[in-house]
């Protein structure tokens, strides 16, 4: 009777071990300064809309005649959410938003995979692991939104696989219309259920017994209700201000030579940058292991998760923005093949403590060098302007056109609009292409730079020290006309 107690006692201490570290893990690699340029402007957005009750239609911030571009407003939702939490908090303490974002999508994966693998060591172990995948891009932006809604899909269709009632689907639309509003990544949601259409159909189909006819079916009746709910929600994205136009913009966002040059995140996974930085290799590390985990279970494999994998795993592949959606799906797929391993009450036990030890080895790391994105609770590298050039700023004297580097134009929009107007700022795929690569040449030709700060006259220059050193500091005209009043560290 004392063994069995002991037994459990120490079964009971693992469980509460891996779980309250797995929830400070959690926190400390995700808690940390606001460092994305893109939240200013979002939140700007968000006040416009909420003022005046309408969308903006054009670009409306910039100096230039630019400025009557339409504006793709896709993430208008989350901006007027963004715009809250201003007015709730303060921009000075939006890093504490991120917390709850952080725990509930930990929460939602941790039972997508505990129901899945019927184990919750690996499904604690699985959903960090995801987290971690995630953690450079787990910042104050919509994507934010769209990592909720992929894996409450996921919980959905897996929950219609194990059910079978039809009206589980009907869930699958509301998420698609929140997804359309908030982030432009929505289509991925239409396309997870097709894969769940065409997995459960060739599933059935291959273990069906007769003739192919009526093998070909079995497994046409289990894909339909998938494929008519990936229909549902590709019609249900079209609930949004902009209607069908929507569903185009992915299309044309993947065309833009602009932003695949410019943007870091929409570089090739590949391209030497992205490379040499953590998020690569944290991806390459977690991909081999799903892999190693997938050959060994592979006769366990099915082909719904076969088909999801092999897609998620070909985005993140392709551009390094996309480890973000790889990691949980590598996670669902995993613990699914795990659910058909029995695991006896000392695996469980291991891997209870495993996963506590996970926990506790990426909180002192990510507290002692910092997390995927090199940030801790104190610093997080940024282009945000530090407190000396916001004061500069913020003098009423200082008023017009700014000349920007496309990072730094969001956060003059959101402190100084209309005061101050920046020559660009980070919606490349709303600026265009031509325009954004002839900001590009403006920072390298002297008499192209000359001419446009002559014509809409400006007298005041904010520039990254990358774009500064593109040209600008060594042009003769530059170097008598104009000096350098500031400089700051924080971007710099």
Request: glycine share 6%; net charge positive.
């Amino acid at each position: 009777m004392s063994a069995l107690s002991d037994e459990q006692s120490r079964f009971r201490t693992a469980t509460v071990a891996a779980l309250v570290l797995g929830v400070l893990a959690v926190l400390v690699l995700n808690v940390v300064p606001t460092a994305n340029n893109d939240i200013w402007l979002l939140m700007k957005v968000g006040e416009l809309i909420v003022d005046t009750g309408h969308i903006p239609q054009t670009l409306l911030f910039p100096f230039t005649a630019v400025r009557d571009n339409h504006f793709n407003a896709h993430e208008w939702l989350a901006s007027v959410i963004f715009h809250g939490f201003d007015r709730a908090f303060g921009a000075d303490r939006l890093m504490w938003v991120i917390a709850p974002f952080a725990l509930l999508q930990f929460a939602l994966c941790v039972l997508l995979t505990r129901r899945q693998s019927r184990s919750l060591g690996a499904a604690l172990l699985l959903s960090l692991l995801a987290m971690l995948c995630a953690n450079s891009r787990f910042v104050l932006r919509p994507e934010l939104f769209a990592l909720v809604f992929l894996v409450c899909l996921l919980l959905v269709l897996d929950r219609y696989r194990r059910g079978g009632r039809r009206t589980t689907l009907l869930w699958t639309l509301p998420i698609a219309v929140l997804w359309a509003n908030s982030h432009g990544s929505f289509l991925l949601g239409p396309v997870a259920a097709g894969l769940f259409a065409l997995g459960e159909a060739l599933t059935v189909a291959h273990s069906s017994t007769g003739p192919m006819t009526a093998r070909l079916r079995a497994g046409w009746r289990v894909g339909v209700p998938y494929a008519l709910a990936g229909l549902a929600m590709t019609a249900a994205c079209m609930a949004n201000p902009f209607g069908w136009h929507l569903l185009a913009f992915p299309f044309q966002l993947q065309q833009s030579v602009a932003t695949r040059m410019l943007v870091k995140e929409w570089l090739p996974t590949f391209a030497p940058l992205v490379m040499h930085e953590r998020p690569f290799w944290i991806f390459v590390v977690i991909a081999a292991a799903a892999v190693a985990l997938i050959t060994a279970l592979r006769r366990h494999l099915r082909a719904t998760e076969a088909l999801l994998f092999l897609f998620f795993l070909a985005l993140a592949l392709d551009r390094s923005r996309h480890f973000v959606w790889f990691g949980f799906v590598a996670a669902t797929v995993c613990a699914r093949l795990l659910g058909q391993v029995t695991f006896e009450r000392r695996h469980e036990m291991r891997l209870r403590l495993a996963a506590a030890l996970f926990s506790l080895v990426a909180l002192c790391v990510s507290a002692v060098v910092g997390n995927a994105a090199y940030a801790t609770f104190n610093y997080a590298p940024s282009n945000n302007l530090g407190p000396a050039l916001v004061r500069e700023l913020s003098n009423p004297a200082v008023k017009g056109p700014v000349l920007t580097s496309y990072e730094l134009g969001a956060e003059v929009i959101y402190r100084w609009w209309p005061r101050l107007q920046p020559s660009i700022d980070s919606r490349i795929d709303s600026y265009g292409d031509d325009y954004a690569l002839f900001h590009v040449r403006l920072l390298r030709d002297e008499k192209l730079l000359d001419l446009f700060l002559d014509g809409n006259r400006v007298n005041e220059m904010l520039l990254l020290r990358r774009d500064l050193d593109l040209g600008v500091r060594s042009m003769p005209s530059i170097r008598a006309n104009w000096h350098i009043r500031l400089t700051d560290g924080d971007v710099f």
